[in-house]
């Protein structure tokens, strides 16, 4: 496999010919400071809004790495090695932990093109909505803070410096930072293009100019996925849009770069969660999820909703398995979800009852049939089946149920005697600080798995949060094991290496007596009230199965 540079299928994100013939306008300079979020339910925060539809185009520069931006329902992280282009009319929201500060530059401009009497609305020419400058960060922030100084004078020759500064800026953002760069964004583009035809880490790498491991480690660094899960990514969605328009299995494995049906099959549920005949089947039906962890009863179900919220609560993990299926993003803001929903019409609607008003029950009512599940009234089980017998799909319910409760079983005779003897206390750390995990937030162990909880864990329902890294309140639970949750952003890592390097922390007899074992949790938000979900308990029951393996 060679990828020639005139191939138009191996081009670069950016458009180069477009670019010869553009002229970018700066417009308008504003400065987005300290933001917040507002909270929700318990403890759970949602999106300011920046701007329902963007007024214009604008390049959004954040100064520290601190929070995320949600651009049409899709979350990226906010750091200032990443540019983030908005397209007019796009929704814009803004989400932060509290006790952190960021500073946003945002660039208004528009896009004349030569021979046109108008700006363009054509945004071929700019590439993808994020966009890297690892390599100038220094020069970046200069640059940002002498266009906004020079255009916040209103002086005729200032702002003629501030557009003769923002094109440099823009210099920044279509560069190459290096050759290797421009070679992964190829790779990438070539994937997209070919996935039709056998491609192997090997010739990648080589066209590439790279050997197999740092190819593989710096594709995953610049991408968030590795080859071959981009691969499987592109591969699938191409999948599913055959399906949609009704071609055979044999035709779309023949049409995705699989040998055969059946491969394909197997390849499909590997990467969805179930087959391809199913996944046809409950795409006849139009079913939204209102709130977040509605998602998961519906994916236990094995049915993808039509349109649901896709935010900072998805990891990647979501995102590259069921974006592609979300026809329909909503947000948190009451009236662009109704509005929304009305011009979609759902079958039918499932929501929290707590997340929602009463009011907008109701209005929720006029458009589709609405299961309002009871959230803290009945546990998971019940959840389930609830959405299960409301969407006539008691037979799947009872049957992953069944198979939920056989892999319990399984993992129950892997567990070593100490775990079984000690007491067990279980913990979250977030940017927010500590969450220790009661017996509801803990039902996988505690009840499931019948461990047994470390003294006055019986006494909180859901969690008790502590608002530091702080381990001194640790110690009246005297666990003799810990389990712990870490977030994997910056500010969860540096919280977890503080605790761990805390006197009190050393004190603790689970961590005197090597009793601390980490797990990794797929989960959206690191609080088991959202997760407490039957997708979110199996992947969980997984990780523990994992962790028992190796012990």
Same mark, same amino acid.
């Given at each position: ?213 740092? +190819?593989?480690?710096? #594709? @995953?660094?610049?991408? %968030?996925? $590795?080859?071959?899960? !981009?691969? /499987? ?30 491969? +394909?099959?197997?390849? #499909? @549920?590997?990467?969805? %969660?179930? $087959?391809?005949?199913? !996944?046809? /089947? ?30 900072? +609560? ?238």
């Amino acid at each position: 496999m060679t990828m020639d540079p005139h191939d138009p299928l191996s081009i670069k994100p950016l458009n180069i010919e477009l670019l010869q013939n553009a002229w970018i306008r700066l417009v308008e300079v504003s400065i987005e400071k300290d933001f917040s979020v507002y909270p929700l339910l318990y403890g759970i925060a949602s999106d300011q809004l920046l701007y329902a539809a963007a007024p214009s185009h604008i390049c959004i520069v954040p100064v520290h790495r601190y929070g995320n931006i949600v651009i049409d329902g899709l979350l990226y992280p906010l750091h200032p090695d990443t540019v983030h282009i908005i397209r007019s009319g796009q929704r814009v929201e803004l989400n932060a932990p509290p006790g952190g500060k960021q500073f946003l530059y945002l660039f208004h401009f528009e896009i004349w093109i030569r021979g046109e009497h108008a700006p363009a609305s054509n945004f071929a020419i700019l590439g993808p909505e994020v966009a890297s400058v690892s390599s100038s960060i220094v020069q970046l922030m200069t640059l940002c803070k002498k266009v906004a100084d020079h255009w916040g004078t209103g002086d005729p020759a200032d702002r003629f410096a501030s557009q003769a500064g923002f094109q440099d800026i823009l210099h920044l953002i279509f560069r190459k930072s290096s050759p290797s760069e421009a070679m992964l964004d190829q790779a990438h583009e070539y994937i997209k293009h070919h996935y039709r035809n056998e491609i192997t880490i090997e010739q990648l790498a080589e066209s590439a100019g790279m050997n197999r491991y740092s +190819f593989m480690r710096a #594709f @995953k660094e610049r991408f %968030g996925q $590795s080859v071959m899960g !981009y691969l /499987a990514e592109v591969r699938t969605n191409q999948a599913k849009r055959l399906m949609e328009e009704g071609y055979s299995l044999q035709h779309v494995a023949d049409e995705t770069g699989y040998k055969d049906a059946l491969y +394909f099959s197997s390849q #499909f @549920k590997k990467h969805v %969660g179930f $087959s391809p005949k199913i !996944y046809q /089947a409950n795409r006849q039906s139009k079913v939204a999820a209102y709130s977040w962890p509605n998602i998961d009863h519906l994916l236990a179900l094995q049915i993808i909703p039509f349109a649901a919220p896709i935010d900072h +609560f998805w990891t990647q993990h979501y995102r590259n398995k069921y974006r592609f299926d979300v026809k329909v993003v909503l947000s948190h803001d009451y009236d662009f979800n109704r509005e929304a929903l009305m011009r979609a019409r759902p079958d039918r609607i499932v929501a929290l009852a707590e997340l929602v008003p009463d009011e907008e029950k109701e209005k929720l009512l006029q458009i589709a049939p609405v299961l309002f599940l009871p959230w803290f009234e009945e546990n998971w089980r019940d959840h389930l089946r609830l959405t299960a017998q409301f969407l006539n799909r008691e037979r799947e319910g009872e049957n992953w149920l069944a198979q939920y409760d056989d892999k319990v079983q399984a993992v129950r005779e892997k567990v070593p005697d100490f775990f079984r003897r000690g007491t067990l206390l279980i913990l979250n750390v977030s940017p927010k600080g500590i969450r220790i995990w009661g017996e509801r937030a803990g039902t996988v162990l505690y009840d499931d798995l019948q461990f047994n909880c470390a003294k006055g864990v019986e006494q909180i329902k859901y969690t008790q949060y502590m608002e530091s890294f702080d381990a001194e309140p640790l110690t009246a639970f005297e666990a003799d094991m810990l389990l712990v949750n870490v977030m994997k952003d910056r500010q969860s890592q540096m919280g977890w290496e503080r605790l761990q390097q805390s006197q009190a922390w050393q004190g603790l007899k689970a961590v005197q007596n090597h009793r601390v074992y980490c797990i990794s949790r797929n989960v959206r938000t690191g609080d088991p009230i959202v997760d407490y979900t039957a997708y979110q308990q199996n992947l969980l029951l997984h990780e523990l199965d994992m962790l028992f393996r190796e012990l």
